[in-house]
């Protein structure tokens, strides 16, 4: 047999299972991991002999495949946000649609990273087709009034137009960020690799995904620059307070267990998964939690499961924040909560 021939093989496999569209990559996605090449090899050494103990290890991980686990989870690795993480069963694997909260968070500390811009020369900042000030932040705050502490790390206005719009108003940012429930630490290894004068707070209650979280900084070089503390949600920074406080929680409503992607279901963390009966547990104590340990001006961002638009934006609205919006997805799902402290 030709490794052509074994990739053949797999893919006609895979194409019978539940994810047929995806089958050549994946059949190609087990190889590569397997031998350790680019797919620049592969091209080039298709008509190779492919047998004996490889072609016995490539047979074990497509069973694996083709049993439903996650390919992240077989190859062990997954991008986020264009950066390379590590993860096991012991974490969730980062999605997507997460890239909006990361996103947005970057909006908002572009924005308090000017806080002497007034609308105009921040438009006259901005790269063609960039949000207005309003839209960037939903609309003026009083960042620079509210929170003295932000606005004395803030960029001089002279550094900010000196410089440029990107690398200064969002580089230079140096408030703090908690991320709740980090664990592969893809957002606050993210907004650590965007923001490198940010100081990152990370928890997570399950100290396996907190020990991939680190490695996983490590990776990325960011890992001097965040703390990870176990315990849960803002149990372990109790007497600190924050910028902005950024969490994907576990959202998904116990009675949906049956209908959930066997994909998800049978191999992803259930404690990353699953938060009571409605879903809504986690985001009732952690809301007001957050409440707490934000800075007057702070932003709390959270992600957001489908048909949660309205219960988590009230939930904040009870707790005391304001200026509440949500961001859809590229699917036009509300994926993303915004909500400021007063
Ligand atoms: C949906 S996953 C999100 C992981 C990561 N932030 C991401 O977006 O890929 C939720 C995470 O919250 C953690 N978690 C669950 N309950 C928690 C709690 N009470 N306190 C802190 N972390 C918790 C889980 O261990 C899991 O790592």
Known sequence: MTLREALQYAEEQLRAGSHPVRARLDAEALLLHLTGKNRAWLLTHAADPFGGCTATQYAALLQRRLTGEPIQYITGTCEFYGLPFHVTRDVLIPRPETEHLVEKALELARNMGAPGLDSETWE??????????????????????????????????ARTLGQGWETNTLGSWSGSILDIGTGSGAIAIALAHHLPH???????????????????????????????????????????????????????????????????????????????????AVYSRLIPAAFAALVPGGWLLLEIGYGQSESVPALCAAAGFHRITTTPDLQGIPRVVAAAHP
């Open 124 to 157: 006259s900042t901005q790269p063609p087709g960039a949000p207005s000030m309003e839209s960037a932040a939903g609309g003026r705050h009083g960042w620079e009034t509210t929170s003295s502490s932000t606005s004395k790390r803030a960029p001089s206005l």
């Open 198 to 280: 940010a100081r990152v707070t990370a928890t997570d209650v399950s100290p396996a995904a907190l020990s991939i979280a680190r490695e996983n900084a490590e990776r990325n070089h960011v890992a001097e620059r965040i703390r990870f503390l176990p315990g849960d949600l803002l149990a372990p920074v109790a007497s600190d307070h924050f910028d902005l406080i950024v969490s994907n929680p576990p959202y998904v409503a116990e009675a949906d267990l049956p209908t959930l992607d066997p994909e998800v279901r049978d191999f992803e963390p259930h404690a990353a998964l699953f938060a009571g009966p409605d879903g809504l």
